[in-house]
């Protein structure tokens, strides 16, 4: 299994590798801890993510819950292709920004 990896790039998070069930556990919990390091204003960059299943995505709409909890933004940006059939099913495309472009 490739390694997944969360990192803080200024007021970015990048996520790398699988957001799976197997990896979602760890991520998540670097994730609440990293996320109450940005600034108001943040992004999660989701460039280099190579996997994505439904616990993934509930990983990723916790950070945002965790975002607008804190008084802040998460902006999800580089969304993958196969992340928009999940969105979409879940009813998720406002949250993610993916509704007016994809």
């Known amino acids: 299994m490739t390694e ?3 990192v803080v790039d ?3 998070l990048r996520l790398s590798g699988p957001a ?6 760890p ?5 609440r ?5 940005l600034p108001a204003e ?3 960059d989701l460039s280099k993510v190579t996997r994505v299943d ?5 990983m990723l709409v916790e950070f945002w819950r965790q975002r607008e909890h804190q008084g802040g ?3 999800f940006v580089s969304i993958p292709a196969e992340l928009r059939p999940l969105l979409q099913l879940y009813g998720l495309e406002t949250v993610f920004g993916t509704d007016a472009s994809g």
């Open 54 to 58: 439904s616990a993934g995505v509930a």
């Open 20 to 25: 799976t069930l197997q990896t979602a556990g």
């Open 33 to 37: 801890a990293l996320l109450t390091g």
């Open 10 to 12: 200024g007021s970015t």
């Open 73 to 75: 933004r998460l902006e």
């Open 27 to 31: 991520l998540a919990a670097r994730g």
């Open 4 to 6: 997944a990896t969360l």
């Open 42 to 44: 943040a992004t999660l």
